[in-house]
């Protein structure tokens, strides 16, 4: 059982690593092409994420967010004008400021997501768009375990240890706390969300499709988004707004 358990997680990390390279690719895809943009990446990380997806922008101007010093300093060091921050405590920057906000993989792990959705249109300018993308609970993974009676895959419920599901996709014990995922959202949740914040839904996507290893993933993501692991949203901010 135990070499079972050991080879289903490293197909599942195997998945996990291939869908997040295809989340990265739709995101590209939906930035728009611009001759110049003032983009804002929340959780920014080390910044190359970000350089690599406005690659559409011909002169963007990148800030980023993040909690984590270590990523402050990195994302600066490539030219990313960043602020150390909780985005769930608010976003440091002035009103109608930015053309673009990016948050991906990010939304999950806050508990104040109105104050989150709040503060992107209040940065946004009228116009300006959203690319946002989570992990899905209606994955066809997560609602496997879930008919199991286990804790869903993409929900963490303690910051010590894994617990409520026998298989994981990372080695839990050298995660840190802020890694957990508080909320996990269905396509129809995250869509909603947005809309009560007064955000009009351009594009909703999907990307991977477990168990299925790529291109078979890729192409059924894209035929049923609603059970891809990953979920994204694109949603703009109205000219007038409400």
């Given at each position: 059982?135990?070499?079972?358990?050991?080879?289903?997680?490293?197909?599942?990390?195997?998945?996990?690593?291939?869908?997040?390279?295809?989340?990265?690719?739709?995101?590209?895809?939906r930035i728009?092409?611009?001759?110049?943009?003032?983009?804002?990446?929340?959780?920014?990380?080390?910044?190359?994420?970000?350089?690599?997806?406005?690659?559409?922008?011909?002169?963007?101007?990148?800030?980023?967010?993040?909690?984590?010093?270590?990523?402050?300093?990195?994302?600066?060091?490539?030219?990313?004008?960043?602020?150390?921050?909780?985005?769930?405590?608010?976003?440091?920057?002035?009103?109608?400021?930015?053309?673009?906000?990016?948050?991906?993989?990010?939304?999950?792990?806050?508990?104040?997501?109105?104050?989150?959705?709040?503060?992107?249109?209040?940065?946004?300018?009228?116009?300006?768009?959203?690319?946002?993308?989570?992990?899905?609970?209606?994955?066809?993974?997560?609602?496997?375990?879930?008919?199991?009676?286990?804790?869903?895959?993409?929900?963490?419920?303690?910051?010590?240890?894994?617990?409520?599901?026998?298989?994981?996709?990372?080695?839990?014990?050298?995660?840190?706390?802020?890694?957990?995922?508080?909320?996990?959202?269905?396509?129809?949740?995250?869509?909603?969300?947005?809309?009560?914040?007064?955000?009009?839904?351009?594009?909703?996507?999907?990307?991977?499709?477990?168990?299925?290893?790529?291109?078979?993933?890729?192409?059924?993501?894209?035929?049923?988004?609603?059970?891809?692991?990953?979920i994204g949203?694109?949603?703009?901010?109205?000219?007038?707004?409400?």
């Open positions: 059982m135990v070499v079972i358990t050991r080879l289903f997680n490293k197909y599942l990390n195997y998945l996990w690593l291939k869908s997040a390279e295809q989340n990265n690719r739709i995101l590209i895809s728009n092409r611009a001759n110049f943009a003032k983009v804002l990446d929340i959780g920014c990380d080390s910044g190359k994420l970000i350089i690599e997806r406005v690659q559409n922008i011909r002169k963007p101007e990148i800030y980023g967010i993040d909690i984590r010093s270590e990523a402050v300093s990195s994302s600066r060091k490539l030219g990313i004008r960043t602020k150390k921050g909780n985005a769930e405590k608010g976003l440091p920057f002035h009103s109608n400021f930015f053309d673009i906000v990016s948050a991906n993989q990010i939304i999950e792990h806050l508990v104040n997501v109105d104050r989150f959705a709040s503060e992107i249109y209040r940065v946004l300018k009228p116009n300006g768009y959203l690319i946002l993308s989570t992990e899905n609970l209606s994955s066809w993974h997560n609602i496997f375990a879930l008919i199991l009676g286990w804790q869903a895959f993409s929900q963490h419920i303690s910051q010590i240890k894994n617990i409520g599901n026998p298989f994981r996709l990372s080695n839990w014990e050298d995660i840190p706390a802020y890694y957990t995922h508080v909320k996990i959202f269905t396509p129809k949740g995250l869509k909603d969300l947005f809309k009560t914040h007064n955000f009009q839904i351009i594009d909703f996507f999907g990307a991977s499709y477990y168990p299925f290893p790529p291109p078979l993933s890729s192409i059924l993501g894209k035929i049923d988004p609603r059970h891809s692991p990953f949203i694109k949603a703009r901010k109205p000219e007038v707004p409400k």
